[in-house]
């Protein structure tokens, strides 16, 4: 089985990603990390970088962990692409990060994290960033 942590720049995720390594490191199991936009934007903020995504790949790597981070910009949302991965691979859980949104926040914007809750067919665990 594999454990999938959706990914975004940001504390969140960087929490996601923490629990995802201690998780992968206990089980023995690969790691598989997502980062993904829908795209269109000349800047888009929940893209990782280009020196990120390698320093990620240097962490799992000097940890022993098998792993491997996709980055799609293809159309899709985050959510379609997280559930396409979950559908066609063997995911023991998915790993999301949460930030504090205000109530309007969640009201205009929706949330990703509720949708890929009520979406995803495996478990799902929620993390928070230390100072969130």
């Known amino acids: 089985m594999t454990i999938l942590v959706a990914y975004v720049p940001r504390p969140e995720g960087r ?3 923490d629990k995802g390594i201690e998780i992968a490191k206990r089980r ?9 936009s829908p795209g269109g934007q000349q ?8 020196f990120e995504v390698e320093q990620i ?5 000097a940890q022993g962990i098998q792993g491997e981070f996709k980055q799609f910009v ?3 949302s985050a959510v379609e692409e997280i559930n396409d991965l979950v559908e066609t691979r063997d995911i ?10 205000t109530a309007v926040g969640k009201l205009i914007l929706g949330s990703v994290a509720q949708e890929l ?7 799902v665990l929620c993390v928070k960033a230390a100072n969130a």
């Not at 023995?28 to 993904?36: D, G, K, S």
């Not at 809750?117 to 478990?123: A, D, E, F, G």
């Open 15 to 17: 929490a996601a990603l």
């Open 28 to 36: 023995q199991e690969p790691m598989l990390i997502v980062n993904a």
């Open 43 to 50: 800047e888009d903020a929940s893209l990782a970088p280009g």
């Open 57 to 61: 790949e240097s962490q799992l790597a």
């Open 74 to 76: 293809r159309g899709k």
């Open 92 to 101: 023991s859980v998915l790993i999301i990060g949460l930030r504090k949104r």
């Open 117 to 123: 809750l009520m979406t995803v067919p495996c478990p």
